[in-house]
């Protein structure tokens, strides 16, 4: 009996796919393309436990095991890339973290529409601004010279330095930068979240004599608790993958022991300096990392709140 | 008394308005005035801009700069190339995603989850950059124009977005009666699926074309060619690695220029981000729509 009901359930199985053999044609160009440029060189990590060269291919190259590894994590830049990387990240992840929240909430208090709705507009647009125009508009602004910033310190009596090639103001500069233009297009998801609460609530409070700043104290803010802890979720999973882009624009001469982080590493020793297995050595430690922390982040926030991505 | 309580509680509630008003125009100015004075710099006299007065409003207007930046033929280069990265890997990153999204929408697949897990994993696990080159090295896509219009086109998120939004808004029962009809799947893909997802098929494509107007890593590590460069490494080399270019001093031939590299600077900045900036207020509500459909997943 139940053999035979297996096999009923497999022929029943095997009927729907070939019904829907067009499906499986409809996934099969992103499967490929997954394949190609992720799972290939997924085989290809192999290549940081060798001595890789391109005339002898990823599996021709002589095995060493550990020994990029090794020289990584006993070299003098260990210690100073890995504090870097973290540093930033959660400079970044603190300080990108509130604002929005803020944003959002005052947003939604503002009575106006339509004062509401030109700033959605003007605080989601530095969003779509390139890296690199973010850059070269920080660097013309910090000017000493020619710069608007250095003017308005010199017009409060201050002395302008150019912010841009200090290494102690980089950090700074990083996450503040990000924050000026990430703010308004991460406050969308709370203001969603803001506009699914209960109007309800609000007038009944209201009635209590509750005043608006405490109704948004005692009703909005628990009501977008739930998105704030999967956003928190979300940003530390990732906080060791620190975006290469806007690190490597900003990095110069100037700032460079506190701007070399793993990224940057990898990309100078890989493409610039050819040390190919050690620069795959180097991702390959930064991506496990990431993978664990995600991995973990995940699994707790699973078990404190029952929120977690899967 | 009850009376005089709610006064007072509105007058409280008028000064929380117009604090929140106040804020919020800060807000307003902080994320505006940058971007508004990149393009007032951009059409002053470069005298004020090289002095560095603060510019609310044009300042003798002349348009010397962006004759400047007119005349630099690797501008138009990498606009060309950009133009075409854009248009070509939004329309490969549309074919590829919408129907693989929506056929892991499809709850009766069979094997949908382990593919939709082989696919997500590459989300949180990848290969890394040299792993990748040597990949792309074997393929001898290297300095070519079909890698930086394939790669990034394809984004296993775009990929949950579509599905997230076709299991939502594609009801099952539509499907069955089609089927019912006579229906197949390639059909009802075209001809019900596509016209009902309008507005996540708009969403995508702005997000892979925002991403490769503003993307510049992949020709960064991928070519060395400067015929195939987008308009971000242009920029790059114009606005990040030129930045000493104030202070090298030859005489006269150079001095005008001097004068006007702040000028063409932000002149450039303006045609480059033009027209993601003046198609966005049109399309914002396609950008939030999709920041919607992605916060449903999680």
């Given at each position: 009996?139940?053999?035979?009901?297996?096999?009923?359930?497999?022929?029943?199985?095997?009927?729907?796919?070939?019904?829907?053999?067009?499906?499986?044609?409809?996934?099969?160009?992103?499967?490929?393309?997954?394949?190609?440029?992720?799972?290939?060189?997924?085989?290809?990590?192999?290549?940081?436990?060798?001595?890789?060269?391109?005339?002898?291919?990823?599996?021709?190259?002589k095995w060493v095991g550990m020994k990029w590894f090794n020289y990584f994590f006993h070299s003098n830049n260990f210690s100073t890339l890995v504090r870097n990387t973290l540093i930033l990240s959660f400079y970044d992840l603190l300080a990108g973290f509130p604002?929005?929240?803020?944003?959002?909430?005052?947003m939604n208090a503002v009575p106006s529409r339509r004062f509401r709705k030109v700033s959605q507009t003007i605080t989601y647009l530095p969003h779509f601004i390139s890296v690199i125009v973010l850059v070269g508009m920080m660097n013309s602004m910090f000017s000493v010279n020619s710069g608007w910033v250095s003017t308005i310190v010199r017009a409060l009596g201050g002395t302008p330095t150019y912010i841009m090639g200090e290494a102690k103001y980089f950090r700074h500069v990083y996450v503040w930068s990000g924050v000026w233009q990430q703010m308004g297009w991460n406050s969308i998801i709370y203001l969603a979240a803001l506009t699914s609460i209960d109007p309800g609530l609000h007038e009944a409070a209201m009635i209590d004599g509750a005043g608006k700043l405490r109704r948004i104290i005692s009703i909005d803010l628990p009501g977008i608790l739930p998105t704030m802890s999967i956003m928190l979720i979300l940003r530390f999973g990732s906080i060791m993958s620190l975006g290469f882009?806007?690190?490597?624009?900003?990095?110069?001469?100037?700032?460079?022991?506190?701007?070399?982080?793993?990224?940057?590493?990898?990309?100078?020793?890989?493409?610039?300096?050819?040390?190919?297995?050690?620069?795959?050595?180097?991702?390959?430690?930064?991506n496990v990392i990431n993978f664990i922390m995600l991995v973990t982040v995940n699994r707790i926030s699973g078990k404190l709140s029952g929120n977690s991505l899967w | 008394m009850k009376r005089m309580n709610m006064k007072r509680v509105s007058a409280g509630d008028h000064l929380t308005n117009l604090l929140f008003y106040v804020l919020l125009g800060v807000f307003v100015v902080l994320c505006f005035y940058p971007i508004w004075y990149v393009l007032v710099a951009s059409i002053s006299d470069p005298t004020y801009v090289n002095s560095g007065a603060l510019i609310t409003l044009p300042r003798g207007v002349h348009f010397t700069a962006y004759k400047y930046a007119f005349d630099q033929p690797q501008l138009w280069i990498g606009y060309g190339n950009t133009l075409c990265y854009t248009f070509f890997g939004t329309l490969f990153g549309l074919c590829v995603c919408i129907p693989c999204g929506y056929a892991l929408s499809r709850q009766d697949l069979p094997f949908r989850g382990i593919i939709m897990g082989i696919l997500v994993f590459t989300m949180y696990f990848s290969g890394g950059l040299i792993p990748t080159y040597v990949v792309i090295n074997t393929l001898n896509l290297v300095n070519t124009r079909i890698l930086l219009i394939i790669l990034g086109s394809v984004s296993v998120y775009n990929i949950v977005l579509i599905r997230t939004f076709c299991q939502s808004s594609i009801p099952e029962e539509l499907r069955e009666a089609a089927s019912i009809d006579g229906c197949s799947n390639t059909r009802?893909?075209?001809?019900?699926?596509?016209?009902?997802?309008?507005?996540?098929?708009a969403v995508i494509a702005l997000?892979?074309?925002?991403?490769?107007w503003n993307s510049y890593y992949n020709a960064l590590v991928y070519t060395t060619d400067t015929r195939l460069q987008p308009l971000q490494?242009?920029?790059?080399?114009?606005?990040?690695?030129?930045?000493?270019?104030?202070?090298?001093?030859?005489?006269?031939?150079?001095?005008?220029?001097?004068?006007?590299?702040?000028?063409?600077?932000?002149?450039?900045?303006?045609?480059?981000?033009?027209?993601?900036?003046?198609?966005?207020?049109?399309?914002?509500?396609?950008?939030v729509q999709g920041v919607m459909i992605g916060s449903i997943k999680s």
């Open positions: 009996m139940q053999p035979s009901v297996k096999r009923k359930h497999r022929q029943q199985t095997i009927r729907r796919m070939i019904d829907n053999r067009a499906l499986y044609l409809m996934i099969l160009p992103a499967f490929l393309y997954i394949l190609i440029f992720h799972y290939w060189p997924m085989y290809g990590v192999q290549i940081a436990f060798r001595n890789f060269n391109f005339a002898d291919g990823i599996t021709g190259s604002v929005p929240i803020l944003l959002a909430l005052i882009d806007k690190v490597y624009s900003m990095q110069n001469a100037l700032n460079y022991s506190v701007s070399e982080v793993l990224s940057t590493h990898i990309y100078k020793m890989g493409i610039q300096s050819t040390k190919y297995s050690y620069s795959a050595a180097v991702s390959l430690f930064n | 009802f893909f075209f001809s019900i699926v596509l016209p009902l997802s309008k507005a996540i098929l997000y892979i074309a925002v991403h490769h490494l242009y920029l790059r080399q114009l606005l990040l690695i030129n930045t000493g270019a104030e202070d090298l001093g030859d005489p006269d031939a150079l001095k005008e220029m001097q004068q006007m590299i702040a000028s063409i600077r932000y002149a450039v900045i303006v045609l480059s981000s033009l027209p993601i900036m003046c198609l966005y207020p049109f399309l914002q509500k396609y950008f």
